[in-house]
């Protein structure tokens, strides 16, 4: 007897990793496992929230509320056992058009809005349409973003100074950029310079060591020591605070709410996308599995906390999730300690961030944008199909020279239509003939074509896509046979315009003189067929094509 399958209940989507993990007798060892990943993962996180934050935009503070807050919520209620919630490098952009149009009030109002969909999202169960966004996309905008956040950094990599603001749109930064390289400081590039050598040498030398804190660090003392004119966060931003601040709502006015809207949306389609992939990273570095909805929820409560406390966007960040997996964690504790510990630092060392070079934090996000780019799978994507090559290009021009939402939606469409395409030309329509070698087994000798009954066999997903090649294939019929006979047997689903083919094709038929016979049809595919008009007298149904085809053939000879 075969176990019937079934579908979660309400508690079993989610329940946050956290409950899972305390239920599987979480010990002593597990907590120090936990301790030594979440320390790991704190020391990655605190440079790199303050970089995202201040190529965001904002002061370096509001990215390191993000972690605190939102990546403890996401720990700690998420469906992932490994997700280290926070500021992501894909949020620079969104993040800093928003603050550039509607203030930081306009980027607090909009995470908190984004915070309320995702979680909407989640629990309406449409997490699982996420991931199927073609990898394409995916490929595409992650090099997209990469070559933003590359191009962000140029002026402090380089410590230029502009006659104006630094233009957001892309062509244009590089020429106002461009206009600006006679005002270059040797010193800046310097620091930066020796800020990303120091993290490709440790990474080289000792992978396991925080390469990015180390680089940071390492900049911060000499620049100091040898007082170089360089920009630090003390100098453009005052500092760090060394605390929280009190939580507050934005301004949740109707005027106020859809003027971010877009931006909100925008969050949305971007964190959900980023918190799920990350979440799929570890879990193909684990072996474990996430709940995505769950996932997604925790997301939005992270989002609107993050929000109450002026922080930034938080998202699933693929890198420290990553960290945290390979430094041992056991479970969510880890993540949920890697935001003490980042209140820890914050409390502890915030006069010290003061001296931080501006040109350092650029250089860890140069190294960031050149990681991330994924530029090996761009080069086989180019080289796999013109189909992947096109949706690749496209999403990765339009993120970089128009928008990061609208490269997501025409990618994603681009993608759909090559789906289709390829479906469709999966579709076979098949005359078995026995008389000229191509029956593959007894079952196509079957249903061997003879003069007086025809037989099809459609093979594939029969859908809109498929339907105009289908309806000329059984259009082309040479003889004027007195039955037919339509096997569904390898059809596992049919959408309406499939089902007008086929109606279509039976009236024409009757027309004819002849009687049409569909054998082999699942229940969905019947009940679909009988929905759109294939029904008697019309047609004829038969469970077995050989059966069907016996039928056929009584009748045809009935008529003769």
Same mark, same amino acid.
Request: hydrophobic share 50%.
């Given at each position: 007897m075969v176990a019937q399958s079934r579908d979660p209940s309400f508690i079993e989507l989610f329940t946050p990793k956290l409950v899972t993990v305390l239920r599987e007798r979480y010990g002593l060892a597990d907590v120090k496992a936990d301790a030594v990943a979440g320390l790991t993962v704190a020391i990655v996180a605190l440079p790199l929230s303050m970089a995202i934050a201040i190529a965001s935009g904002v002061t370096p503070d509001r990215g390191l509320y993000a972690s605190i807050v939102g990546g403890f919520i996401v720990s700690a209620l998420g469906g992932s056992r490994f997700q280290i919630g926070g500021p992501a490098g894909a949020f620079i952009v969104l993040v800093a058009a928003t603050v550039a149009q509607h203030g930081i009030d306009g980027l607090l109002l909009a995470t908190f809005l984004s915070g309320l969909m995702l979680s909407a999202v989640g629990l309406l169960r449409l997490g699982t349409f996420i991931k199927y966004i073609p990898y394409p996309v995916t490929v595409g905008f992650t090099a997209g973003i990469a070559t933003i956040i590359f191009a962000s950094q140029l002026k402090d990599l380089l410590g230029l100074t502009l006659a104006g603001p630094e233009p957001g749109p892309f062509i244009p930064k590089l020429e106002a950029l461009g206009r600006a390289l006679p005002t270059a400081s040797a010193a800046a590039i310097a620091v930066a310079a020796l800020s990303i050598g120091t993290i490709l040498l440790v990474r080289r030398l000792r992978p396991h060591w925080p390469s990015y804190l180390i680089a940071v660090a390492l900049a911060a003392v000499l620049a100091a020591v040898l007082q170089l004119p360089v920009e630090t966060i003390g100098t453009r931003f005052g500092g760090v605070p060394s605390s929280l601040p009190a939580p507050h709502l934005p301004d949740l006015s109707w005027v106020r709410i859809q003027e971010v809207l877009p931006a909100a949306l925008s969050f949305t389609l971007l964190g959900g996308i980023e918190s799920l992939l990350s979440a799929v990273v570890a879990d193909s570095m684990s072996g474990r599995r996430h709940r995505s909805n769950c996932e997604l929820?925790?997301? +939005?409560?992270?989002?609107?906390?993050?929000?109450?406390? !002026? !922080?930034?966007? #938080?998202? !699933?960040?693929?890198?420290?999730?990553?960290?945290? #997996? /390979?430094? +041992?964690? /056991? +479970?969510? #504790?880890? !993540?949920?300690?890697?935001? #003490?510990f980042l209140l820890l630092f914050m409390m502890a060392a915030a006069p010290l961030a003061a001296y931080i070079p501006l040109s350092a934090l650029a250089g860890v996000l140069a190294v960031v944008a050149w990681t991330m780019a994924e530029k090996h799978q761009f080069g086989i994507l180019i080289r796999a199909s013109v189909g992947d090559a096109v949706v690749l290009l496209a999403t990765f021009g339009l993120v970089v020279f128009r928008d990061l939402t609208e490269g997501i939606l025409v990618g994603f469409g681009l993608g759909a239509l090559l789906f289709l395409h390829r479906m469709a030309q999966a579709v076979e329509v098949d005359r078995p003939d026995t008389a000229n070698g191509s029956a593959r087994a007894p079952y196509d000798a079957a249903l061997a074509t003879d003069r007086e009954v025809v037989a099809y066999r459609i093979s594939g997903a029969f859908f809109f896509g498929a339907a105009a090649g289908v309806a000329a294939a059984l259009d082309r019929i040479g003889e004027h046979p007195k039955a037919y006979v339509v096997d569904f047997s390898a059809v596992p689903v049919i959408d309406s315009t499939a089902a007008a083919t086929i109606e279509g094709f039976a009236r024409k038929a009757r027309r004819q003189g002849a009687t049409v016979t569909i054998a082999g049809a699942r229940r969905p595919i019947l009940r679909a067929l009988l929905t759109h008009g294939v029904r008697p007298p019309l047609v004829r149904f038969k469970a077995d094509p050989a059966e069907a085809l016996a039928a056929a053939r009584r009748t045809a000879a009935n008529a003769g």
């Open positions: 929820v925790a997301q +939005g409560l992270a989002n609107i906390a993050s929000a109450l406390f !002026g !922080g930034i966007c #938080v998202t !699933g960040t693929i890198a420290r999730t990553a960290t945290n #997996v /390979r430094a +041992g964690a /056991r +479970g969510p #504790v880890s !993540g949920m300690l890697h935001s #003490v």
